[in-house]
Every structure is written in C-alpha cells, then in structure tokens.
C-alpha cells in the first residue's frame, strides 16, 4: 500500500473513530441526565426530613463511603465545609482501626453506597447504632444493609448506568455527587449564608478575590487628603503631596464632599495664577464616588470606564475613605 493510501485510510479511521466517540459522549450525558431527571422527581418528605437533621447537627457531619463513592464522599464533605456546615469525610476502611474516634455523640453521618451492602461501612454502621448518631443513608436499593439500619434513607432512583456493561458507577456516582449538592445547598439557603460568611472560608483564590468589598482595601478616614473650599491652592498641593494619593477632597461646610482636585486639574489650571485661586474655584464637583459595601469588582469598572485611579468612598453622604486602582490590583481584583 501506498503511503498516500495509508495516509488516507488512517485519516478515514481517525474520522470514523471521532463520530464514534462523540456518540459515546452523548450517550453517557443523556443517561446521566435522565438519572439527574428521575432523581428530582424522587425527592420529597424524606429529603426535608435529612435537612432538618443536618441544620440541627450541633457537631459535624462525617461523610464515608467506600471506592468511587468514596471520592463522592470527600466531595460532598468538602461542599458542606466551605458552605457553613461543619464537615469531615472519614474512610470506613480506617473507621474500624480507631478512626472511629474521630466521630463523637453530637455529630451526623451520611453513608454513601449504591449497592447499600459495601461491608466496609460496617464498623461505622454499628457505631452510629450503638452510640445513637443519627445516620443518612444515600443508596439505590431498598432492601440493603445500610438501608434497613438507617435513620433516614435518601434512596436513589433506578437508572442505567451510562457504562455499556452497566458495571462502572458513572449515573449512580453523578446522582449521589448531586444529592450532596442540593443538601448543601438547602443547608446554606436556610441559615441565610451570605457572601461575607463564604469569603470567611473562601479566602485564596478566584473565589476569594471576587468578594472583596471595597471596605477590606480602602484608605481609611485619617488617611484622606482633604482640604476646604476656601483653603488656598499652595496649601491644597501641599495636603495632595503630602498623601500621595495624586488627589484631593474637598469638604463643604457639612463635611460632606463638594469636589475633588486631581492632577488633570492642576494641569488644566496651570499658569502663574494657579496658587492665587482657593480649592473651590479648582475643583471638579460632583465627583465619582463609591460605597464602602460595594464589591472590589464594581470599583474597578468605574475606575476602567471613567479613566479615574481613584475613588472617594461615601457612606452617609460623607467621606469615609479612599480606594486607589492599584489596591484593587494588589488583591487580584479583576
């Protein structure tokens, strides 16, 4: 065969195997999708029921489960944790060889196990039975160990696996991974967790970066050059120097801010009358401003679209403080 030829064919099988593929990827996603679908469906009393307990958990919820629900486990764990409900994933394999003491009277545990007869979970199961912890049980069958020993049982909806041998867990693992969702997310809506309470546990990161408020980065109150209307502009240069912010505030008589003086403005205003003039005849009223609660984000895209590199915060109708675009790049804010 010719190298032409064979380069041909190869391209031919490449184009074969790559519709194949796509169908495959369909698939899978259809089926996962019609689990999500019927898993929707199957919620109700018991559902409320869980969310009930787990709001009224005064220590943490331990999340276990063996294998691939394992991984589901740590996950779901993880999503509790940074959403205000303390939470922990400890393996039923290391359960039984003491790390049962890592789980006390006061907690609450989910199981997660599709077969719902994983002998792992056993210690745990025992456990929480001996102790009376109370114990959610996440699985798709019924007539299971973990199942008939639970306090509330989340039971999975039948589906096909997206797995052609219907062996490897891939709809029962998606159900489960987005029932610990909506727990989370239930669990979060009812204690009113803010924005505020997720940058607590948010602190690195794009997530992070994206809450900061303008209050967390400003200049505070003795830190603001500001002057009066009346103040001459030889002393107004002075305080702007001084502060090294490249502007000034300027206050009227009921301290709130009437103007400020930028560098564009001196430069506008420069001749060999300039220091004859008081701040008032100088300034730029009715300035940009910003409130304190205002997100980092919002503060920079005044700053990109007015052509400004600072801005005066106001709460009050007064001056509290002062931001500069470069705090807000220092944060990552973007």
Known sequence: MSSAKMMETLADYRVSNGRSDLESARRTLKAEAQGLEALSASLGEAFIRAVDQLEQTGGRVIVTGMGKSGHIACKIAATLASTGTPAQFVHPAEASHGDLGMITRKDAIIALSN???????????????????????????????????CDILLLLPKAEEACPMGLAPTTSTTMTLALGDALAVALLERRGFTPEDFKVFHPGGALGKRLVRVSDVMHGPGEMPLCRPETPMSEAILIMTAKTFGVVGVLDEKDALAGVITDGDLRRHMGDSLLSHAAGEVMTSHPITIHPGALGAEALQIMNAKRVTCLFV????????????????REGVA
């Open 314 to 329: 106001e709460e009050g109708g007064r001056p509290v403080g002062l931001v500069r675009l470069h705090d807000l790049l």
């Open 115 to 149: 077969s719902g007869n994983t002998l792992e979970l056993g210690s745990i199961i025992a456990y929480s039975r001996r102790f009376e912890i109370p114990l959610l049980a996440i699985t798709g069958r019924e007539k299971s160990i973990l199942a008939e020993a």
